[in-house]
């Protein structure tokens, strides 16, 4: 099986744009997550969408967002960027069991 | 408050020189702890999954051992191959929370010839 895939792998955006994020999960898995990783906080959890419904939210701003797809893609939105919003973004998938299965992220740089 | 403690921060070993990371945590209700690899510029790599204390589970030169408190990834003879940012992680129990993942800072392992 393909892994998971998340376009695009690099972005430089400008302080107060908004940018958009996008993962496929593994074929057949319908829960997915979004983890911010920084040299800072490390890796943190964002939100998980599972049959496009949000089942569970981290400690993020509201201008964190995110909306899942019928076949179980996902997007992350993150509006009026800063400067602390450059990181690592990744997504993972998992089917019914615990295990989750990261993507190579999307590396974001807000100047 | 869920926390995940990762020891030592960086480890330095020679090919061969056996060594063990440690992941301490304290957490209201223990579903699952899992290791993760990760090298630069790419995700995590999933390893193991322990759900009860006295587990054990190998995988090549690696194992992964659970406690009460803590957790072991227990490296034999490392090879340079091995280096890599290791993460442990934990997933409590509760509604919604099966996906949530707390991880700990990790430990960078270097491997040297």
């Known amino acids: 099986k393909a892994g998971v895939t998340q376009t695009p792998r690099y972005l430089i955006k400008t302080r107060g744009q908004q940018v958009t994020l996008s993962c496929s999960p593994i074929?057949?898995?319908?829960?997915v997550s979004w983890y911010q990783q920084t040299p800072g906080q490390g890796l943190q959890f964002l939100f998980e969408?599972?049959?496009?419904?949000?089942?569970n939210k981290g400690n993020f701003p509201g201008r964190f967002s995110g909306r899942q797809f019928s076949n179980s893609r996902s997007e992350m939105n993150v509006s009026t960027l800063e400067l602390g919003d450059s990181a690592l973004y990744l997504c993972a998938s998992r089917d019914s069991y615990y295990e989750q299965y990261f993507g190579p992220g999307t590396r974001l740089t807000v100047t | 408050e869920d926390q995940v403690t990762q020891s030592p921060e960086a480890l330095r070993l020679q090919e061969g020189e056996s060594s063990s990371l440690n992941c301490s945590y304290t957490?209201?209700?223990?579903?699952?702890l899992f290791w993760y690899r990760q090298d630069p510029g790419k995700g995590p790599e999933f390893l193991f999954t322990?759900?009860?204390a006295g587990e054990e589970k190998e995988k090549e030169r690696l194992k992964a051992t659970l406690t009460k408190k803590e957790s072991f990834l227990h490296i034999t003879a490392p090879k340079p191959e091995d280096s890599a940012t290791y993460l442990c992680?934990?997933?409590?129990?509760?509604?919604?929370?099966?996906?949530?993942?707390?991880f700990g800072t990790g430990t960078r392992l270097q491997v040297t010839l």
């Open positions: 969408y599972f049959s496009e419904t949000q089942r």
């Open positions: 322990l759900y009860s």
């Open positions: 992680a934990v997933q409590v129990v509760g509604t919604g929370t099966a996906s949530k993942l707390t």
């Open positions: 957490v209201s209700g223990l579903r699952g």
């Open positions: 074929s057949g898995h319908r829960s």
